[in-house]
């Protein structure tokens, strides 16, 4: 009988060496044009539009919201559209500005990062354009608050992951847990800190025994998006920090006006009838537009308090 671990880590090595073969064409760019004339040349031919997803699920769930995904939108633009899944978002910031990468779905720091982006639409959840961190941990252990965790293997879901590092982060120094540097092994210990690839990373090291906590969006456990129903009855919430921006669908900023009007209608399709399903697979929530600026108010002032 075949080992379920070696094929779920055989489809994860498959949907990774995937998605770095996407990522190194995005790096070669591979046209000496300007971004701002690729971006008007492609519209004009009705050439592939490129969308940018992070890889924060398993890979299975994720290769098929990536085809629905393209199907959605290539059918509401007229155009050819391609849904690429990076290994991180440096490599979507990095497509953007090499004019290879039209869309890609963002947590607030990754779009402060991000210097050829900006917000196109975001995340309402409950009304509200804000959610909370997480942290987790299996259910049988005795951890109830942050403090607990002190001298515990944990993990961050990324380093730029702003509801999985900069948030929790941000608390743990707002608590006086770490000093001025904001150096998590202060409080968890040397060596005791990993980073994943995104919040199931995570929590499959809690869940594997590797790690005592992960930091993650509330939806994580939440909602029955990221884990299966079998892996969520397994965790607890141990504490919950946060007004965290919800996630943005960022657009390169060289596109031109009419581009991003056509592109936004086909976006906030996903807010009616039966294509809200794919809409929370993909996005989480219902896509509102706002102000980039105050969205992303909260998570500066976060940031204001942590080194550079």
């Avoid at 990536?66 to 990076?86: Q, W, Y």
């Avoid at 961050?156 to 948030?167: Q, W």
């Avoid at 399903?277 to 204001?304: I, M």
Wanted: hydrophobic content about 40%; overall charge neutral; charged content about 25%.
């Amino acid at each position: 009988m075949l080992d379920l671990k070696n094929i779920m880590f055989t489809k994860i090595l498959l949907f990774f060496a995937a998605a770095a073969i996407a990522a190194a064409s995005i790096g070669c760019g591979g046209s000496t044009q300007s971004p701002s004339n690729t971006a008007n040349s492609n519209a004009a031919a009705g050439q592939k539009l490129v969308v940018a997803l992070k890889p924060d699920k398993n890979p299975d769930q994720m290769i098929a919201e990536r085809d629905a995904a393209a199907k959605f939108l290539s059918e509401k633009l007229g155009r050819p559209v391609e849904v690429i899944i990076p290994l991180s978002a440096a490599v979507i910031n990095e497509g953007f500005s090499n004019g290879t990468i039209d869309l890609g779905y963002l947590s607030g720091t990754d779009l402060i990062n991000a210097k050829d982006a900006e917000l196109l639409l975001v995340g309402e959840i409950n009304g509200k354009t804000t959610y909370k961190s997480y942290w987790l941990s299996l259910k049988e252990k005795p951890y109830s608050s942050v403090n607990d965790l002190k001298g515990k293997p944990i993990a961050f879901a990324s380093r730029t992951s702003t509801s999985g590092y900069v948030m929790p982060l941000w608390d743990l120094r707002q608590k006086g847990l770490i000093s001025e540097k904001a150096d998590p092994e202060e409080f968890f210990g040397k060596g005791n800190v990993f980073f994943g690839t995104g919040y199931v990373s995570a929590v499959e090291r809690v869940l594997s025994g590797e790690a005592e906590a992960a930091a993650v969006s509330y939806y994580v456990l939440d909602e029955n998006k990221h884990l299966t129903d079998e892996q969520r009855a397994k965790l607890k919430k141990v504490a919950e920090q946060g007004d965290v921006p919800t996630h943005i669908i960022a657009i390169r900023k060289s596109l031109s006006g009419p581009e991003r009007d056509k592109l936004k209608a086909a976006l906030l399709a996903m807010n009616e009838g039966a294509n809200t399903e794919l809409r929370d697979n993909l996005f989480t929530s219902k896509l509102v537009e706002a102000e980039q600026e105050a969205h992303l108010k909260p998570l500066r002032e976060a940031l204001a308090v942590l080194p550079k």
